[in-house]
């Protein structure tokens, strides 16, 4: 719930923060005209609502009854991935609207935001799916991605034998 409310206070702030500021006798946006400006706005905007939504829900989890926190969790999950995947786009639509007149820094930042996307799909996905999976196939699709990263996080020392 605290990540929701720190996303919504960024989204917030980011939308009257624009990248590019304002034109000073119209009051409108610089970059008004611009596809990724409109990127921008759009991501802003859904990831604001629907981290409001998470918010609420689990304020809603808070009231001590069991099985509506499970249902809770369940609903916010998946809209707290969109949440993060919207913020991530936002990010990217930003920096690329700042740094279009620079092409190599830009698509830098676009190719190093589309890894992270990647990468945040692939933790997020099996999160939305339901806790049990029949067919064995998706089952081992999405349980070496987490193998993986277990292996990759795991350190080399272990931490009982320094007890």
Known sequence: MLVAILVATLTFSAAFTLPGGYNRPEGMATFLERHAFHVFI????IAMYSSI??????????????????????????IFGLTLTMVTITFMAGNYLVLRNLNWLAYVVLIIGSFFLLTLSILFFPLCLPTSLHHPIPRYILYYPFCLLIKVTRSDTDYTEEE
Do not use: E, R, S
């Not at 759009?42 to 905007?45: A, D, F, H, L, P």
């Not at 829900?57 to 499970?70: K, P, R, Y």
């Open 53 to 78: 939504i998470v918010v609420l829900a689990l304020v809603w989890a808070q009231l001590g009854d069991l099985n509506l926190v499970i249902v809770a969790f369940k609903f916010t999950v998946p």
């Open 42 to 45: 759009i991501c802003n905007t």
